[in-house]
T-cell receptor
């Protein structure tokens, strides 16, 4: 058990609907990351937060995607007007970077299926 | 931009034999290198990392990895494989304090 939790674990939605995922990081970690993983590929970076500030966003993160981390605790990832191409595993990770390069600890992921 | 190559989609090894999972990388500047393992229906688990110092890094479950700067490689190794080591292994690189770039993964199958 890595300590990072994600909810829901599975989500099936119809094309055009909005979905929101939640991630609760390890409590003392100051960084939180979102990745997307499709079958046969490694995780691809989407965005990350240091405390409550969103510091970097990937080109993969279209305008339909938005992420928040209010108060530097949990984070939400929302996808608006879902498309079939959004079907993937969405992974959250957290790390502590205060004293050098920290390893990222991953949650179990949220599997999104868009029908 | 940084990149990671894992040239083998699958590695097969008999239990008790040594195993190697290959990884090469491309990055500007000094790399931070990581190995993760993914078991079915479970999240990615951190195995080990190279930041600086000794080129041979020891990690969890008896795994180790050797950093070779001239060959830009970071191969994962274990002296004696276990059936329970069968899983999907990912190599990742991180330039500085940026984010991780992962390889496509290598499936390790250890036969009894």
């Amino acid at each position: 058990d890595t300590g990072v939790s994600q909810d829901p674990r599975h989500k099936i939605t119809k094309r055009g609907q909005n979905v929101t995922f939640r991630c609760d990081p390890i409590s003392e970690h100051n960084r939180l990351y979102w990745y997307r993983q499709t079958l046969g590929q490694g995780p691809e970076f989407l965005t990350y937060f240091q405390n409550e500030a969103q510091l970097e966003k990937s080109r993969l993160l279209s305008d339909r995607f938005s992420a928040e981390r209010p108060k530097g605790s949990f984070s939400t990832l929302e996808i608006q007007r879902t498309e079939q191409g959004d079907s993937a595993m969405y992974l959250c990770a957290s790390s502590q970077e205060t004293h050098g390069v920290g390893e990222q600890y991953f949650g179990p992921g949220t599997r999104l299926t868009v029908t | 931009a940084q990149s990671v190559a894992q040239p083998e989609d699958q590695v097969n090894v008999a239990e008790g034999n040594p195993l190697t999972v290959k990884c090469t990388y491309s990055v500007s500047g000094n790399p931070y290198l990581f190995w993760y393992v993914q078991y079915p229906n479970r999240g990615l688990q951190f195995l080990l990392k190279y930041i600086t110092g000794d080129n041979l890094v020891k990690g969890s479950y008896g795994f180790e990895a050797e950093f070779n700067k001239s060959q830009t490689s970071f191969h994962l190794k274990k002296p004696s494989a276990l059936v329970s080591d069968s899983a999907l292994y990912f190599c990742a690189v991180r330039p500085g304090y940026s984010t991780l770039t992962f390889g496509k993964g290598t499936m390790l199958l250890v036969s009894p």
